[in-house]
Every structure is written in C-alpha cells, then in structure tokens.
C-alpha cells in the first residue's frame, strides 16, 4: 500500500558560481521553507567528517630511529622534517583496476639520492615532496612542498607509509601494520575539505515568496575539488538515510505537477501574451516600454524593479502604475518563470511560439 504526499518543490539544477580547483559556490532553488537549513547543516557536517582523502602516517629515514635527532649532511633535524612531511598532499588516482587496493597500508620507497653534481653552487641541494613520492596510486598535489635541505652528498632510502581515511587522526590512534624499528608514527589530517558555510535565502516560486534558496561555499586543499566533494557529501547522506527505509510500513509516492504545471501554464500565458498596449497605461509608460522594445507583458514582468528604472524616461510614477496593473493581473515585477521554462532570455521565443500555437487551433 502507498501513501501518496503531496509534491515538494525541489531543484531541478544546481548552479555553480566561482569556481576553481579550490573553491565554489553553489546555489540550489527551491525547496520548501525549512529544507534549506536541513540540507545544508546535513551537507556541512558530510563535508567535514565524512570525504576520505589519502595522507602520510608513518616515516622512516635510514639510519635514524628516531624523530628527536639532528641528521649528518642535512640543515633540518628529523622534528622540521616530520612537520614538512606532514603538509604533504596526496591525490588518490581513480584506476579501476586498484579500486579494490586503495584503501590498504601502502609503502611507497624511495632511494633520495644526493651526489656532487646535484648540489648547487653554494653546496646544497633542496629535498622536494616529489623527491620522495613515485606512485602510479597517488599524485603529489604539493610537489614543491620543501622537506630539508641537503649539504653534502649521500644516500638515504626514504619510506613513506599511505593510508586513506576520514578526518584528523593522531599518531597513537593509527593502527599499522607491520610496523618496523625506525618507523615514525604521524598525525594525519585526512580530510580534503577545509572550510564549508551555508546560507539559507528566501526565493519565489510563483506569487509565494519564502521558499529557501540553499547556498553552499565549499573550500578544499586540491586534493579533490569543490564539486566532487559536494557530490560525495550527498552519496555519504543517502547511504546513511538507507539506514532507516527499513522502518517502513507504507511506501511513500509523491503527487506529480505535470498536470497542474500544464494548466498553470497555460493560464499565465494568456496573461504574458497580451500586448503592452492592451492593458490600460498612461501614454508616457506605454511610450516608454515602447522605447525599451518591451512589447508584451512577459517581457515586462521578467525584468526587475531595478532594471526598469535604468530605461530612458522611466521614472518612479511610472513603475508604481506598472506595479499596480501587474498586482490586478496577480503578476509582478522580476517573477521566476523557471517552472514554466521561461527566462529572461528565452520569453520572446516562448510567446511567439504561443500565438503561432493559439492562431493554428
């Protein structure tokens, strides 16, 4: 048996603004009143705690047992180097065929090697992340990040242990396997996602004006970029609601609004079809849509308050008046026609289309 609710207004997309590697924003209108803060607190907290990233765990120098110690031939003791290491980012390369690999212990090994002819004029040659990192599994996405500084020449195996994992972890919180003498243990900061802030706006639909509009800022350290983190947050929260479908009695349908959509539809574009100069206005606001080539009311009511005062002679009179005919025709100024697939820039289009329909039947 099904109980049916009645519809929700959902997004159908979500809009990117500024984005980068690093950090976007993204809007989603509408929903309905409440749902804006219930999504983004959900989404917020998925972001901080729940996207997986790969990092550094463990070190090991040959020949050093130890972090508290200055190493022969390089400027920094092992403690400048452990935090150096620490700032390292890894990007986990999505291959198929390694899926079901990543998320073991991984060591990768590294012969740094140091000779003459790589040291620079003053006798010194600078250790890089990617001096110590050859993986087909993960991508340095810090590769200049500097480790230590080297004076003389030498060799030295360098072991890397990797894990993928979900927040900051300390050192005695890790679990390693195999752990070996010489190997040190580090604090960890897995997750990707540096900072994320929601914000919750009011928006129209139709005549009704506080749905919430969702808006989410999403900052990442490179390691996965704004929009994939957004989009593993929502996978995370649905696994999680899973959970609960098993308490179910009744299966939950939701009222389609293709029909009403239709009816409405057609309803508001007799309205927006109906020329400038069939609605009665004064002679000065009629000749000034006139001048801004607006010719019907669809035109019209797509623009803002704000855009219509910027016309040529257009003055405050003038936009009450239009304000007050649109409000008889339960219209208004700056509406969001999106429900219907009309915009700003499509309207002309949809009405021609309209009248060539209305003249054909």
Known sequence: MAVVYDKFEMPENISIEDASDNYARFVAEPFERGHGHTLGNSLRRMLLIGIEAPAIVSVQFEGIPHEYMAVEGIIEDMTAIILNIKGAKLRRIPLEENNDKLHQQHLLTKDLIITEETLD????????????????LFEVVNPELHICTVTKPMTKKVILRVCIGRGYVPSERHDLKDKVAGEIVIDSAFSPVKTVNYLVENTRVGQDTDYDKLILEVATDGRITPKEALAFAAQIGIKHFESFVQLDTYNLSFQEESEEVDSDRDEILQ?????INEIELSVRSTNCLNSAQIQT?????????????KYRNFGKKSLNEIKDKLHDMNLSLGMDLSRYSITKENVKEVLIKYEKEEKSQ
């Open 121 to 136: 004029k003053e006798g010194q040659y600078e250790v890089k992340m990617k001096d110590l990192i050859d993986s087909p």
């Open 297 to 309: 009311i669809g035109e019209l009511v797509v623009n803002h308050e704000s855009e219509m005062l």
């Open 271 to 275: 309205k927006l079809a109906l020329k």
